[in-house]
């Protein structure tokens, strides 16, 4: 998963906001203007509560190199 960059214009104050997410962009789609506080839906953030994780995000071919990476971090630390 690599680290990227969500930017919107927020429908109410027009100005630009930016946050970083994963490439999945999983969080709530609720978001909030950091410049005037506005509230608004963002459909391209994912709920995983609701909307359940990305398929791509649950192969065990991630999780294996997840867990041996830690492992090796663990022994060599």
């Known amino acids: 998963m690599s680290l990227t960059y969500l930017e919107w214009n927020c429908p109410m104050c027009g100005k630009k906001n930016r946050e970083d ?3 999945f962009a999983y969080g709530t789609p609720i978001r909030h203007c950091r410049y005037c506080g506005g ?3 963002d459909r391209r953030w994912t709920e995983i509560a609701v909307e359940g994780a990305d398929k791509r995000s649950t192969t065990p071919k991630i999780w294996f190199i997840a867990s041996l990476v830690m492992l ?3 022994v060599f630390s």
Request: glycine share 0%; no cysteine.
């Open 21 to 23: 997410t994963n490439s």
């Open 72 to 74: 090796l971090i663990a």
């Open 39 to 41: 509230e608004y839906l």
